[in-house]
């Protein structure tokens, strides 16, 4: 068993890792996939979709439902964003 | 819940009044500490209007207004005033907050108190009047700390504004954006994006607000539309130690200031609270001869008794440049514990790392109040949400 370190528990010795990030997207309007992607006054373009899966969860209490997508930057970079289908908006997070 | 927030604007050229209260409504500007850039760190409203601000040179500001006073900071004496106002109010409220961002600015939370000092206005007038009137203290009340730190900014001198909740997003609205604790050059692009007011800040989105300007800006927007949840922290009384000498002649030699410190720490540890214990922080105070003073922190490595101490406090004092004749010194040793002793391994056995890491944290969080040191734990790690898998712990819980 471990013992009592003695030191008091508070929510400021935790936090939150790997949080969604609020991004500004632009979408297809066919295929409502991103097209654009904007964070930090700079404007990253999408070069092609590599994958793309669903995550609906939770829906007997607050539901969860997201539309994640794997994009390829035009810089080459990999990045991982989802549209929470809920609230509307488009996040950015590691999967 | 009320918050009552006072304010003392110029701290520091207030806290210089105490000494020579006939400047009272005279331009006065704050200098640098002694060795630092002659810039002007702060001015009173009466230097203000001559065209003096924080930043010009002191060359520019006697320039523009020839009858200032340039006065020097005394931070032995800015904590002086600062732990007596913070005394006062706390005889009528025990959460009392020293606000770290600026000085002179006290965060008091009346909630409960309704019975014991009446309400919110009357409470916060019993407040003000622990302030001596030459600080020029103000107030605000309102239900968070931000709006109540804004209300507080508004009011004149001796006032309390008093902002009921209904009325706290229409009364932020008007509030410009640089009372919001947004760092200089955030605060610079906001103006430069024509936001001026708290308002025109609120009434955009969250989502391009957070795209732009990251968390931080995220919570400026939030504290824009009133949306303050921190609570009132009130402040750790840390267990302290505490000894003062005065020279017999202004020192200036670095031999006769190590006697004085030496002295200092022997008699320091004589005290009953010191017994068998070590400490991790020794705060030293000079003060000199033409009225200013000096302090320096040094933090140990690892806890450490009179020997230990003495020896650091003497490498310090060996690199110090005196600013000035020292006529006394106080030391306040911080960060007692319970002398431990340690057995070291023998090599092979066991890695020192934890060991280092933990002892790296204490002194951290003995320094900065805080550690900043986590270490990542598994919470959910079979979860499809990808924020439910891991979470970071403060390394010392």
Redesign the interface.
């Known amino acids: 068993m471990v013992a009592s370190?003695g030191?008091e528990?508070r929510a400021?010795?935790?936090?939150?890792?790997?949080?969604?990030?609020?991004?500004?997207v632009t979408v297809d309007p066919q295929s409502g996939l991103p097209i654009t992607l904007?964070?930090?006054?700079r404007r990253h373009e999408v070069e092609c979709v590599h994958d793309s899966w669903y995550?609906d969860?939770e829906w007997w209490r607050v539901p969860?439902s997201r539309h994640y997508v794997q994009v390829i930057l035009r810089d080459g970079a990999v990045r991982t964003l989802f549209h929470d289908r809920i609230i509307d908006?488009w996040f950015e997070?590691?999967? | 819940m009320s918050i009552a927030c006072l304010v003392i604007p110029h701290f520091a050229l207030r806290v210089a009044l105490l000494d020579r209260p006939e400047l009272d409504g005279a331009p006065l500007v704050l200098g640098p500490a002694q060795g630092g850039r002659p810039v002007v760190i702060d001015a009173t409203p009466e230097a203000a209007a001559h065209g003096v601000r924080i930043g010009l040179e002191l060359r520019e500001a006697i320039a523009l207004c020839p009858e200032a006073i340039i006065l020097a900071p005394h931070p032995v004496r800015e904590s002086a005033a600062s732990e007596q106002i913070v005394a006062g109010l706390e005889t009528l409220s025990p959460a009392v907050e020293v606000d770290a961002r600026q000085a002179g600015c006290y965060l008091v939370d009346l909630t409960g108190l309704e019975r014991r000092l009446g309400p919110p206005r009357l409470a916060t007038e019993r407040l003000l009047a622990t302030v001596p009137t030459l600080f020029r203290p103000r107030a605000g009340v309102a239900p968070n700390k931000f709006t109540a730190r804004v209300a507080a900014h508004g009011a004149p001198p001796g006032t309390v504004v008093i902002v009921e909740p209904p009325t706290a997003q229409s009364f932020l609205a008007k509030a410009p954006v640089s009372l919001l604790p947004l760092a200089p050059d955030k605060r610079r692009r906001l103006e430069r994006l024509g936001l001026r007011t708290l308002g025109d800040l609120a009434s955009l989105s969250?989502?391009?607000v957070?795209?732009?300007f990251?968390a931080e800006g995220r919570r400026a927007w939030e504290l824009a539309r009133g949306n303050d949840r921190e609570p009132v922290r009130a402040r750790l009384q840390p267990e302290t130690v505490s000894e003062s000498l005065t020279l017999p002649a202004p020192a200036t030699s670095r031999e006769t200031v190590l006697i004085a410190i030496t002295r200092l720490v022997l008699r320091a540890f004589d005290h009953a609270a010191l017994r068998n214990r070590h400490v991790r922080q020794a705060r030293l105070h000079a003060s000199l001869e033409d009225g200013q003073s000096w302090e320096q922190v040094t933090t140990l490595r690892d806890p450490g008794g009179r020997k230990r101490l003495i020896e650091a406090l003497g490498y310090r004092v060996q690199t110090l440049t005196l600013p000035g004749p020292i006529v006394a010194l106080t030391l306040e040793l911080s960060g007692l514990i319970d002398a431990t002793s340690r057995q070291e391994l023998l090599p092979g056995f066991h890695s020192r790392r934890p060991w280092q890491l933990a002892e790296a944290s204490h002194q951290l969080k003995q320094r900065f109040g805080t550690s900043g040191l986590?270490r990542?734990a598994e919470v959910e790690p079979w979860s499809?949400?990808?924020?439910r898998?891991?979470?970071?712990?403060?390394y010392?819980?």
Do not use: F, K, M, S
């Not at chain 2, 898998?389 to 403060?394: E, N, Q, T």
């Open positions: 370190t030191a528990t400021d010795c935790v936090r939150c890792l790997n949080l969604p990030r609020p991004v500004h904007r964070e930090r006054n995550v969860d969860i908006r997070q590691t999967y | 969250p989502t391009a957070q795209a732009r990251g986590y990542v499809r949400l990808p924020e898998r891991h979470v970071l712990i403060a010392d819980v």
